[in-house]
């Protein structure tokens, strides 16, 4: 079946613009990550979304940055007033509702996202 | 001190031979432990999940816990070049496991396979 899917792959903005990545979960997962990955710098979480639970934002490095989930399904992950520390690969992830061996996460491509 | 350790390597093993990975966590609740590997310019994929004290075994893959020195490892038997790749090793700080939530990730490891 088809796995998660993100876009755009690849994303080069100018510093101060805002910019929006779009994640599609693999069709029934109820739960979706988002975490970043820095250049030589290990997966760091951002955001979770379990069904209609408030979302844990814990990982949000500032208030630029903010994630919506409409309709269960698709997410976009907005970033504000881009700087070129935000440079990073942007990774979703979606796993089924938890149980077992449910709560595995499964990543999409990624988007790479350069701020110039 | 970091939640999730690894060392960066790069760890280096003849074609064949036995791979070591070792990790560490520091919140001693977590009860969910993942390896995932991830080749250069690629996302992460999962190798292993384990969830209690002892060895678990996937084909060429063993992940070992042990939870009362909250360290977890993954053996990779008969390595091959193919085998070449970050290994990441990923924690669940959730007291309960199968509760969902963030994963803690560790820096990842390097593995090269020489033929």
């Known amino acids: 079946g088809a796995g998660v899917s993100q876009s755009p792959s690849n994303k080069v903005t100018e510093k101060g613009k805002d910019v929006e990545l779009r994640c599609d979960p693999i069709?029934?997962?109820?739960?979706l990550y988002w975490y970043r990955q820095s250049l030589g710098q290990g997966l760091e979480f951002l955001i979770y979304?379990?069904?209609?639970?408030?979302?844990?934002k814990s990982g949000l490095p500032s208030d630029r940055f903010s994630a919506e989930r409409t309709g269960g399904s698709v997410s976009t992950l907005t970033i504000q007033r881009t700087q070129q520390e935000d440079s990073a690969v942007y990774l979703c992830?979606?796993?089924?509702?938890?149980?077992?061996?449910?709560?595995?996460?499964?990543f999409g491509p990624g988007t790479r996202l350069l701020v110039l | 001190q970091k939640e999730v350790e690894q060392n960066s390597g790069p760890l280096s093993v003849p074609e064949g031979a036995i791979a070591s990975l070792n990790c560490t966590y520091s919140?001693?609740?977590?009860?969910?432990f993942f390896w995932y590997r991830q080749y250069s310019g690629k996302s992460p994929e999962l190798i292993m999940s384990i969830y209690s004290n002892g060895d678990k075994e996937d084909g060429r893959f063993t992940a070992q816990l042990n939870k009362a020195s909250q360290y977890v490892s993954l053996l990779i038997r008969d390595s091959q070049p193919s085998d070449s790749a970050t290994y990441l090793c990923a924690v669940n700080p959730k007291a309960l496991y199968n509760q969902g939530g963030k994963l803690i990730f560790g820096q990842g490891t390097e593995l090269s396979v020489k033929p």
């Open positions: 919140d001693r609740v977590s009860q969910s």
């Open positions: 979304f379990q069904g209609n639970s408030a979302p844990d």
């Open positions: 992830a979606s796993s089924p509702r938890a149980g077992g061996a449910q709560e595995t996460q499964y």
């Open positions: 069709s029934g997962h109820t739960a």
